[in-house]
């Protein structure tokens, strides 16, 4: 049976709902919480603080290090053993990638901002969920930034050209996951990765659902940054 | 003809356009691209006449040469102590620095300040290389006994001092407390009555969070009021 | 170490109260709140004050332990996430996690709240493992009593995934819920000098002597303690300390 319609019913070209907050984790300088669909990501940022081990240091500029969490209960299926795996310390590095153009650490020799992103939820898309917290996280923790990050996944599930894939379709054996980060001024892309065999065409109408998608999530975290600060009646 | 996009005292986010065209020029927070102005961080929209810069409303302390600050001994060295300074860096003060008296080499220096002790102290020099370097010889300078400490945002510090001291003055009145501020956002507060020095500690996290909205003096004023018999739970 | 701050805290419960106001007798606002990870057989999430904890449930076909052919069997794990304190690094669990979890695992077992005969799937060949993890997400004080409490609530949560007899399926969520049948809650109650109290805050975590963990049943008696903090305690101190535990007991149980 050809996919043909999606197994939640959304449109093609469709997110699945979309939900943000800033200043989640109090003792963190700046935290976020981003949620799509079943995907849900914390994201908590320290610093810039001192660095250890101290040969890690920089003295030209501060450095960002990201760490990248499911929680044991967090997926559809088996548990997930705590500690890192290789996947979890691949997506930590493809998430400091993302996140690095737009961040401006000159001022911080020596220093280190630390992201530590944990997923309590996962349906598919878990590094672009946890992109988008990392972004609140790090503008809430006032860290200097050029613009906002944008993650999102977009791909192919059989003849269609989908927009976040959720698990089942991630799943399927005949598709493709395109995970893409962009920064959201200039879209410019600072995370790619793709799985499966897909023609440039399709690839080109994959890549267009992810960049129209970019707008709609930087609005959410946008609103989830100013509502922390919004005018409240006195405590 | 140039155009601003937001409110003055708005909350912008990192790459937020603030003003189209070339009349503004682009201050604190803030950059030009092309013929427009983004914003650099998160911050509150501050315009004066043509130049646009971003009040900070979150972002960690940055020693400063000059700044006064409260910090805490971490570490007993060979001929001083690490002080955390509430910041990325820590901060070497040698025994020279400490204090006016002499000490003897290999005295017990946890005679004078141990681990977990606060001080008051002064940045005398900050390095290239954000080395800090710190005195407690001055007026006002010395080790904290007694009282609370409260840690906020050092962004707040000009608010929570008011202009000339007004808003800390009002605090000091309204609760009887002896209040320092640390130019790196450690405050500390002591007062005899437990209720009241916990009235000052609220009121103190009360403007860090309501900094940024106006009527502040008048909100705080009211809140001093309204607690005049300090805070009890 | 940290001189100035005991005084002062001693200075205020000799008067009966605390920084923040409360009593030394007073839990800061407590709430439960079930379902929160849907992929997990059960979750919950606790907060005490601004401390905030997750917990989730998983549960495994595994064979049985040989020494009890009969019974299933359960297992906690506490991650102190880096997330949730800047005190926590990365890395295998520390010493403090490792505690907490064997203590929140002996509240529960040592209740026999869970009776580990009915996860038996057959005899000597198949049972259930139920495998609680708690995760950290804010750190303000007073992990003990979360950690357990979310533990707990996650159990209650709880129900079995389909199973066949041979696979697991987890996308099917049956409606039967695990056999619990009492409810331990686990109360810290923490000494300095003369005074208790409990659900301490960061800075008064900083100053104790001495802590006892309890494990209150439904009955009013104990099930598991431990005792924590570097200094001894007089037998006096240890039934004072059980007695606060059994008396905020239902401040935490009313939220279950």
Known sequence: MAYTERNDGRKPDELRPIEAKAGVIKRADGSGWFKIGNTEAYAAVYGPREMFPRFRQNPEKGVLRCHYTMMPFSSAGDRVRPGPSRRSKEIALVTEKALLPVINLGDFSNAVVDVFIELPQTDAGTRCAGICAASIALADAGIPMTDLVCAVSAGRVDDMILLDLNYIEDSHENGVDTPMAMLHNTKQVSLLQMDGEISLDQLKQATELAKKACDEIYEVQKAALKKKFEVTENA | MGEIQVKDKEVVVPGETLATGMDFLPSYGTRREGDRILASRLGLVNIEGKVIKLVPLSGVYYPKTGDTIIGYVTEVLLSGWRIDTNSAYSAVMNMKDATSEFIARGADLTKYFAIGDYVMVKIINVTSQNLVDLTMKGPGLRKLRGGRIVKVNANKVPRIIGKQGSMVSMIKQSTNCRILVGQNGVVWVQGDDPAQELLAAETIKKIEREAHIPGLTDNIKGFLEKNKEGIRK | ?256
């Not at chain 3, 701050?5 to 007798?25: E, F, H, M, V």
């Not at chain 3, 799937?121 to 004080?141: A, F, H, P, R, Y």
């Not at chain 3, 399926?169 to 331990?184: A, C, F, G, I, N």
Request: with cysteine; proline share 5%.
């Open chain 3, 1 to 256: 170490m940290h001189e100035d701050l005991k005084n002062g805290i001693l200075s205020l419960l000799s008067k009966g109260t605390r920084r923040d106001g409360r009593k030394p007798d007073q839990y800061r606002a407590v709430s439960v709140e079930y379902g929160v990870s849907k992929n997990a057989e059960g979750s919950a999430r606790v907060k005490i004050g601004d401390t905030e904890v997750m917990a989730g449930v998983k549960m495994e076909v595994m064979k049985p332990y040989p020494d009890t052919p009969d019974a299933g069997s359960m297992m906690f794990n506490v991650e102190l996430t880096p997330m949730s304190s800047p005190e926590f690094e990365t890395g295998p669990p520390s010493i403090d996690a490792i505690e907490f979890a064997r203590i929140t695992d002996r509240g529960i077992r040592e209740s026999k709240a869970l009776d580990t005969k009915k996860l038996c799937i057959e005899s000597g060949e198949k049972m259930w493992m139920v495998v609680v993890d708690i995760c950290t997400l804010n750190d303000d004080g007073n992990l003990f009593d979360a950690i357990a409490l979310a533990a707990l609530a996650a159990m209650k949560d709880a129900v079995y995934p389909g199973y066949d007899g041979e696979v697991i399926d987890y996308k099917k969520k049956t409606d039967q819920k695990l056999p619990l049948s009492k409810t331990p809650v686990t109360v810290t109650v923490f000494k300095y000098g003369n005074h208790l109290l409990v659900d301490p805050t960061p800075d008064e975590m900083k100053v104790y002597d001495a802590r006892l963990t309890v494990s209150v049943l439904d009955n009013g008696n104990i099930c598991s303690m431990q005792k924590g903090g570097d200094s001894p305690i007089t037998h006096e101190d240890l039934f004072k300390m059980i007695q606060m535990a059994i008396d905020r007991s239902q401040d935490l149980r009313k939220h279950l």
